[in-house]
């Protein structure tokens, strides 16, 4: 059983950049590929970014494409994602995800585990 804990969010005005981190635990994290995904108010849940085991394959919705990096540290057990040139439409809480795959997917119905979001706010 993985745990999942992200955190980092905040609120931000249009512009300006966050950095959210999503620990792991009770797994062994180089086994799965990471994913950040995201419901904003009123919508459902939608993929932002995932990234393969080892680092090598890395994809981005194109919503955030050019503006957010998501990377992983494995001797850490964590998972990034650096949201720069912020806009009001990406505040949403965002989630991380673990996929069993070591592949990495865009599919949310892929993920097998998920931690409890953490809250980003971008003011115009």
């Known amino acids: 059983q993985v745990q999942l804990e992200e955190s980092g969010g905040g609120l931000v005005q249009a512009g300006g950049s966050l950095r959210l981190s999503c620990v792991a635990s009770?797994?062994?994290?180089?086994?799965?590929?990471m994913g950040w995904f995201r419901r904003p108010p009123g919508k459902e849940r939608e993929f932002v970014a995932a990234?393969?085991?080892?680092?090598?394959?890395?994809y981005y919705a194109d919503s955030v494409k050019g503006r957010f990096t998501i990377s992983r540290d494995n001797a850490k057990n964590t998972v990034y994602l650096q949201m720069d040139n912020l806009k009001p439409e990406d505040s949403a809480l965002y989630y991380c995800?673990?996929?069993?795959?070591?592949?990495?997917?865009?599919?949310?119905?892929?993920?097998?585990?998920w931690g409890r979001g953490t809250q980003v706010t971008v003011s115009s």
């Open positions: 995800a673990a996929d069993s795959n070591p592949n990495g997917s865009t599919y949310k119905g892929a993920y097998d585990y």
């Open positions: 009770g797994g062994t994290f180089r086994n799965y590929a």
């Open positions: 990234i393969s085991w080892s680092g090598g394959r890395t």
